[in-house]
């Protein structure tokens, strides 16, 4: 399973911090972590109810989105009482329908992919060697990857990208002279929103009733690990 993998290359990425962090420089963390986020995701959800109602899948039927989980490389540079974080994030929520009858078509089967790619720069700020409060602005790729059981290949149904910024605190655990660990709860607010008619086309989604913007309005929990725990430590 996907979040078997995810697991699997989170600590082999953890080993080889461990394995190369004398060769980093003393300031300077590579950091890989753990996220879930959790949100209504109103617009999505609203789409995967008219969906349900028109496909009318007979065995399941797609559940709402509520969260996603993944993972997360990025880079650390602390200097006193600031850091300075930039990293990568990919979370992921897969839903499925089963047993899709449509004209001139056999009972088939649907799983949608909903998929983030997020690029992230920010400030932290150490008001202890265990405690920091932290700003980023994010720049989100949002996507959906749609794979029907009676086609060969999977396609993208929709993507699009979104600006947002993430307000997050964090307990800072003192490892090793190697590794030390992070843990943030975190909201994300969303900057801007997106039109989701495009997806509503393209599910033949077509109402005389709104369909919602997308944002990115989430809160959740990320757990990292600093490959030499630049920020259990006082640089001054």
Not at 49 to 68: F, V
Not at 76 to 97: E, H, Q, T, V
Not at 193 to 198: E, R, T
């Amino acid at each position: 399973m996907m979040i078997n993998s995810i697991l699997k290359g989170l600590f082999s990425t953890i080993f080889i911090m461990m394995m190369y962090s004398n060769v980093i420089w003393s300031q300077i963390a590579m950091t890989v972590g753990y996220h879930y986020s959790a949100g209504k995701f109103d617009a999505l959800n609203e789409l995967i109810d008219r969906s349900n109602t028109k496909y009318n899948p007979s065995n399941k039927a797609w559940s709402s989105l509520k969260g996603m989980n993944g993972l997360s490389l990025g880079l650390k540079y602390r200097y006193g009482s600031f850091g300075l974080n930039g990293g990568w994030r990919y979370l992921f929520s897969i839903k499925s329908a089963k047993g899709i009858v449509e004209t001139g078509t056999s009972n088939y089967d649907w799983q949608w992919n909903f998929q983030n790619n997020a690029y992230n720069l920010g400030l932290e700020g150490f008001i202890s060697n265990y405690f920091s409060l932290g700003f980023d602005i994010l720049w989100d790729g949002y996507r959906i990857k749609s794979k029907r059981s009676n086609q060969g290949s999977s396609e993208i149904l929709w993507k699009d990208n979104i600006r947002s910024s993430t307000i997050y605190g964090s307990l800072n655990i003192p490892g090793t002279e190697i590794i030390s660990m992070s843990i943030r709860p975190f909201v994300q607010i969303p900057i801007t929103k997106v039109s989701m008619d495009g997806l509503a086309t393209q599910l033949g989604l077509e109402s005389s009733s709104t369909i919602p913007k997308f944002n990115s309005m989430t809160y959740g929990i990320s757990i990292i690990f600093n490959n030499n725990g630049p920020q259990a430590k006082d640089t001054e």
